[in-house]
């Protein structure tokens, strides 16, 4: 009981820190974007079901598709939820989206999303790492 709890004060602890540096940022940054996403892998690892569950009913796909996506694409949770985010803001398919990360998955998230036509900076853009931002701290749209 006690390692649970150590275990669990760590975590928030973690959590906390990350969210002061995000916070603490100047503007923002592409970087910001990556943390908030490895957040909500965190927090969805947790209750799995219940993320697949909710991306399934917010982004209006098949459970069996998230499942796909962490299964065969080999998307972390997070990184699922950013393909799923994309596909809405840029109105393109989710195997689009898919396939423009498998090419250039090494460069991040921001390049992915100008790559699909969300230039920085933009309304969309600054859609992208507020709802982002806002589901890695357990927030509903």
Do not use: C, H
Not at 31 to 48: C, H, M, N, R
Not at 90 to 116: C, F, Q, R
Not at 122 to 132: G, I, V, W
Request: no cysteine.
């Amino acid at each position: 009981m006690l390692k649970t709890r150590s275990l669990v004060y760590a975590l928030i602890l973690v959590l906390g820190i990350s969210g002061l540096a995000s916070a603490l940022s100047i503007g923002g940054s592409d970087d910001d974007l990556g943390v908030w996403v490895e957040q909500i892998s965190i927090q969805a690892k947790a209750d799995l079901g219940l993320f697949k569950t909710e991306l399934s009913v917010e982004f209006g796909v098949p459970v069996t598709k998230v499942d796909q996506l962490i299964a065969e694409v080999e998307l972390e949770p997070g990184d699922v939820y950013v393909t799923l985010e994309l596909a809405r803001i840029s109105e393109k398919p989710v195997d689009e989206v898919v396939e423009v990360y498998k090419v250039n998955k090494t460069k991040g998230w921001g390049a992915l999303a100008k790559e699909l036509g969300i230039k920085p900076g933009s309304p969309e853009f600054k859609a992208l790492k507020d709802n982002a931002e806002g589901k890695s701290k357990g927030k509903k749209k």
